[in-house]
Structures are given as structure tokens and as C-alpha cells.
């Protein structure tokens, strides 16, 4: 007896159904989240970390944010980066129809390596960016070996 045989598309479609609903689910579940919010309301601002030989580089999106509220300090290895930004919604003479922008504190923090010069760190903000630059230990940036395979 032959079986006949199904469209490999047809094999496939009872489980593209249960994707969607798992999609739907998710989707439903988390609707209205602002997904740049952490718990208890904080903001978790984006970040780019790189490194090039002679540093490494943290850049954070932090829009709105006036440099006397950010506060940046490195303690036991560990940067840590806070910030607020502040709400202008208790203006009372404004009549919001949409309120959409995130307002609120934050706090990141990352473990640094040990190559690290702490004494050297500068830290720039501009244009909604704080740039900070972590410049490494002169005895222990990269240096290049060529290893001869015998």
C-alpha cells in the first residue's frame, strides 16, 4: 500500500499554528510594556560597550538628562553609572492628550577588568550620549605576537 506523500509546507503547519499562538500569547502578555523600563518603574538606558587596544569605551543613550543628574563612579573594580530624569508632568498648567516619554531613575553597572587605569578615566556628554573612556594600564595593553606553527 502507498502512503501519499504531503507537501513538506503541509508537514510543517501544525506547528506554524502553535508559533502563532505562542506569539499571540507573548504579544497579549506584554502589550503596553515599555520595554526600556526595568522593574519597580526604573529606566535602563542602552548601551554600546567597545574596546579598542589601548581602551575601553562605554557609551549610553541618556536623552533628557541634564549632566548634574548623572553620577559616575568606580569602586572595588565595578563603574556604575546613575542618573534621573525628571518628569515635567506635575506641570500643572499642561493638559497632557498623550504621555508617551520615559521619566525616572536609573542605575547600570559593569565589572571592569583589573587592566584598567582608574586615574585616567574622562567621561563626556553630548547631544543625549555620555561617552566614557577607560583607558588600560600601559604594562598591560595589547601587544601583538606572530607564533610560528611547526
Request: charged content about 40%; proline content about 4%.
Amino acid at each position: 500500500m502507498l502512503v501519499p506523500k504531503k507537501n513538506v509546507s503541509e508537514l510543517f503547519r501544525p506547528f506554524e499554528e502553535i508559533q502563532k499562538e505562542i506569539d499571540k500569547l507573548f504579544s497579549e502578555a506584554f502589550r503596553g510594556l515599555d520595554v526600556r523600563r526595568g522593574e519597580y518603574g526604573m529606566l535602563i538606558p542602552e548601551v554600546d560597550i567597545y574596546e579598542t587596544d589601548d581602551a575601553i569605551f562605554v557609551e549610553m543613550e541618556v536623552p533628557g538628562i541634564k549632566k548634574k543628574d548623572l553620577e559616575i563612579k568606580i569602586e572595588d573594580g565595578i563603574l556604575t553609572i546613575k542618573g534621573e530624569k525628571s518628569s515635567e508632568k506635575d506641570d500643572k498648567s499642561r493638559n497632557y492628550h498623550l504621555y508617551e516619554r520615559s521619566y525616572g531613575m536609573f542605575q547600570r553597572a559593569f565589572r571592569l577588568p583589573d587592566s584598567i587605569d582608574t586615574t585616567k578615566v574622562k567621561a563626556k556628554y553630548e547631544d543625549g550620549v555620555l561617552k566614557i573612556e577607560l583607558p588600560k594600564k600601559e604594562e598591560v595593553k595589547k601587544e601583538t605576537v606572530s607564533v610560528k606553527v611547526e
